[in-house]
């Protein structure tokens, strides 16, 4: 189907950007455009005006701040995250989990920033985010705040990010000797996702989050409780998955009923753990 008219606008400077989001009704941003002109070809969403983020340089940085943590702009693409030496060293799951995105046109295009701002529960992006502590920097035209992971997810395609608002960078701390993991079913080699865990274990403790079982990633918390006194040999693992499926309220589709998906979701909780602790450094 072919695009209804919409008008065009390409902001050479963040500033510019947020007026003209703020400044008319309707307008929204345009990163990758990989959903975005997608759902508009569907007429699932039809705004007056595209706001094109592809000039802001700004946004497409990758960089370390001040306190040490991995920052990346929310134009970065997947493509750039894979070929990035800031985050081979700071955190490579990154670099992973985002060279299995769909394939090699959505990977060039897509932009992290895209990514979670359209929430869509099935993305790769947010349970991991989520395990690794990532913050979210938001501008808008009264200044900028920053929001952690469990405030900006709200919703399906629901986030932070208000009216006339943008994401301009996504932070996340270096592993410092973290280990990461990623796991979950597709559907076919670089699919969607039917359901994915993302785990990252460190001194800290361990971190899992679920992806595709509701509207957001969630926290496998009873999980992570029962890993905290840190044997994380396999069958510890498993043992404390368990349950972890009952306690989930996940769609059923033509990919998976919802049975299925509690099951992946403790198989995937599982693999994601295991992977991580194997990676933990000192392990
Ligand atoms: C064939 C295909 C397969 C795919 N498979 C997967 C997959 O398996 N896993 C996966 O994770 N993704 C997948 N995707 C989605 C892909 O990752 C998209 O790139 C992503 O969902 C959106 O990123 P984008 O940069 O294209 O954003 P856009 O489509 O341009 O924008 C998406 C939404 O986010 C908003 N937005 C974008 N940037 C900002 C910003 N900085 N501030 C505020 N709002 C913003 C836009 O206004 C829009 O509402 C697939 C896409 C396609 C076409």
Not at 1 to 10: D, G, I, Q
Not at 204 to 221: E, K
Request: charged share 20%.
């Amino acid at each position: 189907m072919l695009l209804r008219e919409v008008e065009y606008a390409r902001p050479s400077t963040v500033d510019e950007a947020i007026a003209l989001l703020a400044g008319n009704e309707g307008a929204r941003a345009l990163a990758g455009g990989q959903t975005l002109v997608n759902v508009m070809k569907a007429r699932v969403t039809s705004p007056d005006v595209l706001v094109d983020l592809a000039d802001l340089s700004e946004l497409r940085e990758i960089g370390f701040g001040p306190d040490g943590r991995l920052e990346i702009g929310a134009m970065v693409t997947y493509t750039q995250l894979g070929a990035s030496s800031e985050v081979d060293v700071a955190r490579p799951i990154l670099a992973e989990v985002a060279a299995t995105i769909g394939d090699v046109q959505v990977r060039n295009r897509g932009t992290v920033g895209g990514n979670v701002c359209v929430s869509d529960p099935t993305n790769h992006l947010p349970p991991l985010l989520a395990v690794l502590g990532a913050t979210f920097t938001i501008r808008g035209d009264d200044g900028e705040r920053v929001i952690d992971a469990g405030d900006f997810f709200r919703g399906v395609y629901q986030t932070a990010v208000g009216e006339g608002e943008l994401l301009t960078k996504v932070s996340v701390p270096p592993s410092s000797g973290a280990g990461d993991g990623f796991a979950g079913l597709t559907i076919g080699k670089h699919g969607t996702y039917v359901v994915n865990a993302a785990a990252s274990v460190s001194d800290d403790g361990v971190r899992v989050a679920i992806g595709c079982v509701g509207a957001t990633p969630i926290r496998a918390t009873a999980m992570e409780e029962q890993l905290a006194g840190g044997d994380l040999s396999e069958d510890a693992v498993r043992a404390a998955a368990e349950g972890l499926g009952a306690s989930l309220d996940p769609p059923g589709d033509v990919h998976g009923s919802a049975d299925y998906r509690r099951h992946l979701a403790e198989v995937s909780a599982v693999r994601a753990v295991l992977q991580a602790a194997a990676r933990r450094k000192g392990t």
